[in-house]
């Protein structure tokens, strides 16, 4: 079978900051890192493969530098990797990310030419745009089920699917379906590993990623990048800070005693 | 000339340091002061081939046999964080796993070199005795052949990983010609009997190393378990010191970076007389040398490595690397101590650590001394 990956490169996160003049990302000098959800994609992808066998295919979509994330899931274990870049993907919302996705998991499947069993496995979201959008939107574009929040994963026999999904921690569903299927991993899946010394020597020497422009994929203006957005965006802005922290001072039952004061005080109880 | 990391070395730099601050870092106090190397560091460094770092893939290693800069760079950022760890796998592979693979037979690589590169097996070389330190000729050791098997007697002492090796490799005499005395590197497995750990040796620095006395009585080698040829174990000795220096030298870097660091941050954070004492020239003098003392140790580092890839040689320039790196590490930890005042001596601050850790540096894989007395003799012989 062949499992799909989805990574994205995305800004180191502790250093993200926001431009207050023209509200947009300030990206210069930001060290990029690959999601760190779709670590728990290609972890899970590579135990499937060491129970059972199988392809894994790492698949990003963004600016050339991307490349290192892919090298980065080559080194972990991941047997190929493309990256659908093009100045014509730029802009791109996660309608017109997921649109770019699925013609690139599409022309791979396309091109390999067989009929052989797939999944696709995603972060479940990615730590900088963070609208959990691009798995579910995907799942729609290649029209296959899906299962987000996944945090237990099992695969029976030739096709059966079990995955445990947990919306919220109240919200803990088990559900059944067949390949092919979409599913978007949390963090409490697994472990990733680190790729050892070997791997990285490894993908640098015996494996590339392969680069897919816009037409490669014959993908049509209308639907990818900018154009192909739905999204508008009205304004991005650093919340503005309410209120003013309050240090309490004392021993601790004068601390107790002051804080159920303040609470009672702001009818908080 | 190009100063720039391949995008390969780029990633093994960074894996390494990810690696290390996840695994290592909030050990490392733990392990300094009970002296233990913690077992699922362990594990988890010899799935990810620390211990097969410069021998290729066919051997059970990483494939980097080739690339001694990238060798440098994981001893470096691993002696970043703990120069424990990066001593251990740092002497595994660059003294015992690569002249295996350097000098040994096919058999003896298949017997020996795999398990060591996969890290089954945990390696030391041997060429210190009691009387004989910077002066590896007064070796004592010695071996007579008896059918087929070499009997050896004698003792070493301050092996690293010498206590929880399976394979060792023993620089032994065995022979004397008038005045000129016959060495021989032995390939030997710890279970062989007549072979014992003595003492564990408790140190200023780099604790959590093993570091221990050996001792062997009437213990029996096979005969083709010398390494190289019998009677030329030292001219391999020497060449095996001469690449292991270059990975002693990448342990410094990672000191001195390791002391810089915490430094600028301490140095930004602490306040007196109203200002944090970066502000202070005298605080800032010291972060100056400091830079420039571990830029210096880390491009000689790299060119001894580089020289080496490229089959140059490196011997001077390695020594020159691991004589400015080791005083460097010495150089910087010593300022990041003196920067983070009575803090700094307190075992909560990792700078006491690097400070006792670099001091041993400049005293293993041949003493400050001893590398001024080789390049001063290659110098003056040479010229410039
Ligand atoms: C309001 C808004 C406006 C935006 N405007 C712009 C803009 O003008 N220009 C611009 O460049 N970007 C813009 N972005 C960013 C971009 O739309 C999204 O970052 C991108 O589509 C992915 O969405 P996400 O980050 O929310 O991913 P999520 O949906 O949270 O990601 C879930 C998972 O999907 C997969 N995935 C997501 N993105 C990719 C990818 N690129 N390649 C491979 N797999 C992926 C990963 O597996 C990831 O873990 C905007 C985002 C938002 C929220
Ligand atoms: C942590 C640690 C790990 C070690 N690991 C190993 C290992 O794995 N394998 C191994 O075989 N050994 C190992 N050693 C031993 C180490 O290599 C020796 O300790 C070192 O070579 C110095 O020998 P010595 O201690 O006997 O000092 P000595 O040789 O007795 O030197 C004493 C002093 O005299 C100086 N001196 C000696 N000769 C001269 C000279 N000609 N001119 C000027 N000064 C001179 C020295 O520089 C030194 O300052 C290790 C040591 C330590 C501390």
């Known amino acids: ?54 392809e894994i295919i790492a698949i990003s979509m963004g600016p050339p530098q991307a490349e290192n994330v892919l090298l980065e899931a080559l080194s972990m274990g991941a047997d190929k990797a493309y990256l659908l870049t093009d100045r014509a993907f730029a802009g791109a919302d996660t309608l017109a990310t997921s649109h770019a996705l699925a013609l690139g998991i599409k ?5 390999s030419d067989s009929n052989e069993k797939y999944m696709v496995i995603c972060g479940t979201q990615a730590i900088d745009g963070d609208t959990a959008q691009v798995g579910p939107e995907l799942a729609e574009d290649l029209d296959i089920p899906q299962i987000t929040y996944v945090q237990k994963f099992e695969l029976k026999g030739d096709d059966k699917v079990i995955a445990e999904r947990a919306f919220r921690s109240e919200e803990i569903v088990v559900i059944e379906t067949k390949l092919p299927v979409l599913i978007s991993v949390l963090k409490e899946i697994n472990t990733p590993r680190f790729p050892s ?46 209120g003013e922290h309050v240090k309490l001072t004392g021993t601790i039952e004068e601390m107790v005693k002051t804080l159920c004061q303040n609470l009672k005080e702001d009818k908080i109880f | 000339m190009d100063f720039s990391l391949t995008k390969k070395q780029q990633m093994i730099r960074k894996i390494t340091r990810e690696f290390s601050e996840e695994y290592i870092a909030h050990i490392a106090e733990e392990s300094d002061q009970n002296s233990q190397l913690d077992p699922t560091v362990m594990k988890e460094m010899k799935r990810m081939k620390y211990f097969g770092t410069c021998i290729p893939e066919e051997y059970g290693g990483a494939g980097l046999h080739d690339d001694t800069i990238s060798f440098c760079i994981i001893t470096e950022e691993i002696g970043r964080i703990d120069a424990s760890w990066s001593i251990t796998t740092g002497v595994h592979c660059s003294v015992v796993a690569y002249p295996l693979y350097i000098f040994g037979t096919e058999e003896q690589k298949q017997e020996f070199l795999i398990p060591l590169a996969k890290g089954d097996k945990i390696g030391a070389f041997c ?58 590197v032995f390939i030997v497995d710890a279970n062989t009997p007549g072979y014992s750990v003595g003492v564990r040796e408790d140190k200023l620095g780099v604790r959590a190393s093993n570091t221990s006395e050996l001792v062997f009585q009437d213990m029996r080698v096979p005969k083709e378990n010398d390494l190289g040829g019998i009677g030329k174990g030292f001219r391999i000795g020497l060449q095996i010191l001469d690449y292991g220096r270059i990975l002693m030298a990448a342990q410094c870097v990672g000191l001195g970076q390791a002391a810089i660091e915490a430094s600028i941050k301490y140095a930004n954070e602490r306040v007196q007389f109203g200002q944090p004492i970066g502000k202070f020239q005298g605080i800032q003098w010291k972060i100056a040398d400091m830079g420039v003392a571990v830029e210096c140790s880390r491009l000689l580092t790299y060119q001894a490595a580089w020289m080496c890839d490229n089959k140059l040689d490196y011997g001077m320039i390695g020594s020159m690397a691991k004589l400015k790196a080791s005083e460097a590490a010495m150089q910087a930890t010593h300022d990041a101590v003196q920067i983070h005042g009575a803090y700094g001596l307190m ?38």
């Open chain 1, 1 to 54: 079978m062949k499992i799909f990956t989805c990574i994205k490169q995305v800004p180191g996160i502790s250093d993200v900051k926001i431009d207050p003049k023209t509200n947009t990302l300030i990206r210069e000098g930001i060290p990029s890192i690959m999601n760190p959800m779709d670590k728990n994609a290609i972890e899970l992808a590579l135990s499937i493969k060491e129970e059972r066998g199988a």
């Open chain 1, 107 to 111: 022309k791979i499947l396309k091109d």
């Open chain 1, 197 to 242: 010394m070997l791997g990285i020597v490894n993908a640098y020497k015996k494996k590339k990623v392969v680069f897919l422009d816009a037409e490669a994929l014959k993908a049509e203006k209308a639907y990818i990048g900018l154009t192909g957005s739905k999204t508008e965006v009205f304004k991005i802005f650093i919340p503005e800070r309410k």
């Open chain 2, 127 to 184: 060429i210190t005795e009691a009387n004989a330190g910077s002066d590896a000729g007064g070796v004592e050791t010695n071996a007579y052949l008896d059918g087929d098997e070499w009997v050896i007697n004698g003792s070493k002492i301050f092996a690293t990983n010498g206590g929880i090796a399976e394979t060792l490799l023993l620089v032994v005499k065995t022979g004397e010609k008038g005045r000129r005395k016959e060495f021989t």
């Open chain 2, 347 to 384: 075992k909560a601050y990792a700078v006491e650590r690097y400070f006792r850790d670099a001091k041993m540096a400049e005293i293993y894989e041949g003493t400050s001394e001893i590398q001024r007395m080789v390049i001063a003799q290659k110098l003056l012989r040479r010229g410039y």
